[in-house]
């Protein structure tokens, strides 16, 4: 898009450049009853600030994505977005249609145009890999990916889990992948009498059963309540030897700390078939991002490298060193829901998740 190709011939130019708010009118940079000298053309190289429109900058993100495997939220939204409007073959056949009637037949074709072009290459290159990858077939899989949700009863809503199989503004049915490849684990922190945890149980099975590969309830009780903490820590003791490939560890009002929920589904879907890259090891699926530094003034934090916290931090994580809160070194995002895979887990011993509780415990008592 330039203003040879958009803004010209006059006086409304090239129909296929304008759509929404990017019209002749803005992007022309001149009135359009006024006629066009062909001699100044070249003094008017730019399109007035238009070049970089909604598909524009979906090219320039998808050529990061498809060349060098440069990830973008935006992107992974704008798709969603812009393949609800548009047929993958009907845009095929009129870009054939366009490129033969308007450069081939003209002899107008540059090697400039597909080297400045789409990916379309790598973008149909990656979509047949996809097509001939083998998953293995749901009756032998095993779970891979744990959804680990710490819940403290019927008061709260997880209506939201019905997401794994279909999202209501969305035509794609997962629930096969779902019901294959991913197991959800209930971390119950309110519980009450043994009749009560008993009925309980019952009750999230029976919800739940027919929409995931495993579902099981579990109780953490804490001599200090540590909710979420606790809960994810419960559940790395007792699977320690047992570990799926990926673990989700969320709260139970999930999609209110998560930018969107698509982001935490599709996420889910990668890991269960196997599409997260190697090297994604552990993935923040919050939006809220705490500081803790004090960039460019120190006089407003209040006691950022307090004596107690580093006591805590070497007491909790078994370190002789501790981060310095004014450095930033504790930044972080709110409110602890993340994937990760079972090798990062790994890198400590069974030991250390088990006695964090313990240690915790016993510094919060003056123990």
Not at 286 to 293: E, F, G, L, P, T
Request: glycine share 6%; hydrophobic share 35%.
């Amino acid at each position: 898009m330039n203003f040879e190709t958009c803004c010209l011939p006059p006086p409304r130019g090239n129909a296929f450049c304008w759509e929404g708010g990017f019209t002749y009118e803005r992007c022309c940079r001149r009135d359009p009853n006024q006629p066009v000298d062909i001699n100044k053309v070249a003094e008017i190289s730019e399109l007035g600030g238009c070049e970089l429109n909604i598909f524009q900058e979906f090219k320039e993100r998808a050529g990061e994505w498809y060349r060098n495997s440069v990830p973008n939220l935006v992107l992974f939204q704008e798709f969603g977005y812009i393949s609800r409007r548009f047929a993958l073959t009907a845009l095929l056949l009129k870009l054939e249609s366009i490129y033969f009637e308007e450069a081939v037949a003209n002899g107008d074709l540059l090697q400039s145009h597909h080297i400045n072009g789409w990916p379309l290459v790598e973008g149909l290159r990656r979509v047949n890999a996809l097509r001939a990858s083998r998953v293995t077939g749901p009756e032998t899989r095993a779970p891979v990916v744990d959804i680990v949700l710490c819940y403290c009863g019927r008061d709260e809503r997880i209506d939201w889990l019905r997401g794994f199989h279909k999202l209501p503004w969305r035509n794609e049915n997962r629930s096969a992948a779902t019901v294959a490849g991913v197991a959800l684990r209930f971390y119950h922190k309110c519980g009450g009498s043994d009749q009560e945890r008993e009925e309980e149980t019952h009750r999230l099975l029976d919800e739940w059963s027919s929409y995931f590969h495993t579902v099981e309830v579990r109780y953490v009780d804490d001599q200090v309540r540590a909710d979420d903490c606790s809960a994810y820590l419960a559940y790395v003791v007792d699977r320690y030897d047992s570990l799926p490939e990926f673990a989700v560890f969320l709260h139970a009002d999930a999609p209110e700390h998560i930018p969107s929920v698509d982001l935490l589904m599709d996420s889910v879907f990668a890991a269960s078939r196997g599409f997260l890259p190697q090297d994604a090891g552990f993935v923040h699926l919050a939006h809220n991002y705490v500081r803790h530094d004090c960039p460019g003034d120190t006089s407003g934090c209040l006691d950022p490298d307090a004596p107690e916290v580093a006591r805590l931090w070497r007491r909790v994580f078994h370190s002789s060193i501790t981060p310095a809160r004014i450095e930033g070194h504790l930044n972080g995002y709110c409110c602890v829901q993340f994937l990760v895979r079972r090798e990062r887990i790994h890198l400590r011993p069974k030991k250390f998740y088990a006695l964090i509780p313990a240690r915790q415990n016993a510094w919060l008592t003056g123990g």
